[in-house]
């Protein structure tokens, strides 16, 4: 099955600086990547996602990059804020043959993202 | 709306009990998931539901009985339970075959 390793475990940084997430993943035929944010008491909550044929998408201070063939991906987070602290898990999933897909994520083990004022 | 919305926020029982957590969604997906998150943990699939048919039960013990009377509602029912049951239940929903799952808050459960 599909593994997904995520690294920092934490990250720390000062406002305003940015933040790289990085995740790989085992299984070629995977082809959707997303990342979620989850703040404490909430759940997770999608903050941006990419398929595999594209290789870069930006969403203002949010960027994901793909790498199909390192098998990894990266977000990117810029200007970072306060309200950025949270924890960040990346995902893969792949569409099965008979071109349906359940949902089925495999997580990366998170990020705690802590930005200090 | 856009929103899933879980109950009750938080839970605590006993292992004789039999508790059930509930969640519901309007956006018209058809796809509802239930999933376990344990602290400092990703979360973990353990039921699919496709147009309110179980398509997908990750070996979970039978302690754990879902249930989806309609397309909007999906229920996770629980008896006789372990402490190490005790985790963060989180509902998700998806329009069908897409991948793009919306999370509510979840139940945080606890099992003494």
């Known amino acids: 099955g599909e593994n997904v390793e995520q690294h920092p475990s934490t990250l720390s940084v000062q406002e305003g600086d940015s933040a790289v997430i990085k995740c790989t993943y085992s299984d070629s035929a995977s082809n959707y990547f997303p990342w979620y944010k989850q703040e404490l008491g909430k759940g997770p909550q999608l903050i941006i996602d990419i398929r595999s044929n594209v290789g870069e998408k930006k969403d203002q201070r949010i960027a994901v990059t793909l790498n199909k063939t390192a098998k990894h991906f990266s977000l990117h987070i810029t200007e970072t804020q306060p309200e950025d602290s949270a924890v960040y898990f990346c995902?893969?999933?792949?569409?099965?043959?008979?071109?349906?897909?359940?949902?089925?994520?495999?997580f990366g083990q998170g990020t705690i993202l802590t930005v200090h004022p | 709306d856009t929103e899933v919305t879980q109950t009750p926020k938080h839970l605590v029982m006993g292992m004789t009990n039999k508790k059930s957590l509930k969640c519901e969604q309007h956006?018209?997906?058809?796809?509802m998931y239930w999933y376990k998150q344990k602290a400092k943990k990703p979360p973990e699939l353990m039921f699919v539901?496709?147009?309110?048919?179980?398509?997908i039960n990750e070996s979970v013990p039978s302690r754990f009985s879902p249930e989806c009377p309609n397309s909007s509602l999906l229920n996770l029912h629980l008896h006789a339970l372990q402490p190490e049951d005790s985790a963060l239940y989180l509902c998700a929903s998806s329009e069908q075959n897409d991948e793009k799952l919306f999370f509510g808050s979840g139940t945080q459960l606890s099992v003494l």
């Open positions: 995902a893969a999933s792949s569409t099965n043959a008979g071109g349906t897909s359940y949902g089925k994520l495999t």
């Open positions: 539901y496709s147009y309110e048919k179980l398509s």
């Open positions: 956006m018209g997906h058809r796809a």
